[in-house]
């Protein structure tokens, strides 16, 4: 397979959500009545990258870069959204006992 970020025009940092704009920027320039085999390579490059899990994947397996566990495992943790604390919350932790 191809590098799904080169088939999708993007770079290899991309988020969700770019990802997905993107994916679906081009189903809608190249539809499967008139480029069915574009169309192909694009919806299978999404779906090889759709998904940060998804996206580790690729960078363990198909695409043989010599990534350690442990550093994707770390940009993930860096990905995921936090819950926000309420104020009530930051200030009973800054407040003295």
């Known amino acids: ?8 025009e993007l770079p ?3 988020d969700d959500a770019t990802i997905r704009r993107r994916y679906l920027e ?3 320039q ?22 940060a899990e998804s996206r580790v994947h690729f960078r363990l397996f198909e ?3 010599n990534d350690t566990i442990e550093a994707i495992i770390e940009e993930l943790a860096c ?3 936090r819950r926000r604390l309420k ?6 932790a800054t407040t003295p006992r």
């Open 87 to 92: 104020l009530k919350d930051l200030f009973q």
């Open 1 to 8: 397979m191809l590098d799904p970020f080169a088939i999708l």
């Open 26 to 28: 081009l189903i809608k």
């Open 63 to 65: 695409k043989g870069q």
């Open 30 to 51: 190249y539809s499967p009545e008139h480029h069915p085999e574009k169309f192909s390579k694009i919806r299978e490059a999404y779906e090889a990258i759709r998904t």
């Open 12 to 14: 290899t940092e991309s």
């Open 79 to 81: 990905q995921t959204p």
